[in-house]
């Protein structure tokens, strides 16, 4: 659905008639036609891997939730030191959010204290194999936060975008008789206007401001007690 209106913005905006007609008009809305749907889409590529990553972190907190009151349910000795290692867990990735697989050494410490447990009853043996389950979902999140947090768009997507808008803006000086002095500066003016509004979107789209990043550090500072 997201797309689809990204979709009506873009053919909204690929409709604007210049101010003159032949040739030049054609050509002028055919390469808006094409740079509209092709930042509509990579706008639309930008903020689903957001959504993404916000979805994954609500997960990563829920399953280290679980990981900890789990833990309760087991021998003091055991749940003490899952708990301290879990608490350390999240202080590293408060502090180092965007750089997430800096917490790898802290994550092992994590799973090495929870495969160290040996069961001794039925509920133990439940108990633990819900933790090993929800640590091997945990695991595989991990990869999942890392690949959406590096994860921007590709060069050649921001290279593909720059081709066409350079032969959008070369229109501006192709030479033609139907294009009066007034004619070229309005175009010029509509161009940009067109051009700058995606720009703007996609590249704000494409990167995590400093207060959306300092949420997910105090998510993590904040999800379990005990601090």
Known sequence: MRFLFLLLV?????GVTYPFAGDFSVFADAALWIYSLVAAFLI????????????????ELARLRHIYHVAEELPKPFQK????????????????FVSHHASTD???????????FSPRTTKEGI???????????????????QAELVGGLYAYDWL???????GLLAL???????????SRLVLSFITVLI?????????????YEAAALKKYQNAYGNNTPNR
């Open 195 to 207: 051009v700058l509004i995606p720009m703007e979107m996609l590249f704000k789209a494409d990167r």
């Open 106 to 116: 802290a994550f092992r410490a994590l799973s090495h204290a929870i495969y160290s």
């Open 160 to 166: 593909l975008l720059l081709i066409i808008l350079a």
């Open 81 to 96: 030191k899952v708990s301290a290692y879990l608490l350390a867990y999240e202080k590293k990735i408060a502090e180092e």
């Open 44 to 59: 639309d590529k930008a903020i689903a891997r957001r959504n993404e990553l916000k979805a994954s972190v609500n997960v």
């Open 127 to 145: 108990l633990y194999t819900d933790l090993l389950n929800t640590l091997q979902d945990l695991t595989l999140g991990r990869q999942q936060i």
């Open 172 to 182: 501006l000086f192709f030479p033609a008789d139907q294009v009066t002095p007034i």
């Open 10 to 14: 873009a053919v909204a905006i690929a």
